[in-house]
């Protein structure tokens, strides 16, 4: 049972455009979400996160929106760059005294030049 | 520099035998984990540990064993019993209490 989901394997967009990306999740016990980015070969490195007390934070070209009701998570890149070409993943956590981190499956970004 | 330092990055098992993937840190975080990445199925927690002597099964935990001797280190063990240990396995740290985790470089095993 797959609890948080990011629906889109794959996306492609042209440099200089907004790159979206998307999380959605069943548990309403997460209320911190963090996005990661990998390159191939090598660990995840953190990009961005978001509390459930707030709806989006923003961070120079990143911005995660969180919205609650919904149970759906996004990020949001712009303008997008060749080095954004990575796998991006979502991570859940649930702040009761859980120190687990639930990742998403994983979206692969590709800009185009 | 701090940092979390996986061993071997990259491995090559027979059927049937054991293998140990080392994973140190020297950040002074409490926190342990392992993660295993397959294709198309994200990063799923195998095992991890908040604090020394003490350790918890994640989603995946069937076929692994892990300890925790020393804050610094959580070495995973791929047992025989793991059905399909081919993958790229992830050691990462974190203080308690925060979401930001970090990750080592990662190990990829391969059973011939």
């Known amino acids: 049972d797959q609890q948080v989901k990011q629906n889109s394997p794959s996306l492609s967009v042209q440099e200089g455009r907004i790159s979206i990306l998307n999380c959605d999740y069943t548990n309403s016990m997460f209320d911190y979400f963090l996005w990661y980015k990998k390159y191939p070969a090598e660990g995840p490195t953190f990009l961005i996160s978001i509390s459930s007390i707030k709806d989006k934070n923003e961070d120079g070209r990143f911005t995660v929106f969180l919205n609650k009701s919904a149970k759906h998570l996004s990020l949001h890149i712009v303008p997008s760059q060749p080095g954004d070409s990575a796998v991006y993943f979502c991570?859940?956590?649930?702040?009761?005294?859980?120190?687990?981190?639930?990742f998403g499956t994983g979206t692969r970004l590709t800009i185009i030049p | 520099d701090g940092g979390i330092t996986q061993s071997p990055k990259y491995l090559f098992r027979k059927e049937g035998q054991n293998v140990t993937l080392s994973c140190e840190q020297n950040l002074n975080h409490d926190a342990m984990y392992w993660y295993r990445q397959d294709p198309g199925q994200g990063l799923r927690l195998i095992y991890y540990s908040q604090i020394v002597n003490d350790f918890q099964k994640g989603d995946i935990a069937e076929g692994y064993s892990v300890s925790r001797e020393k804050k610094e280190s959580f070495p995973l063990t791929v047992t025989s019993a793991q059905k399909n240990p081919t993958a790229f396995y992830l050691c990462a740290s974190k203080v308690l209490g925060t979401g930001e985790l970090f990750f080592g470089e990662g190990s990829r095993l391969t059973v011939l």
């Open positions: 991570a859940l956590q649930s702040n009761f005294g859980n120190e687990k981190l639930t």
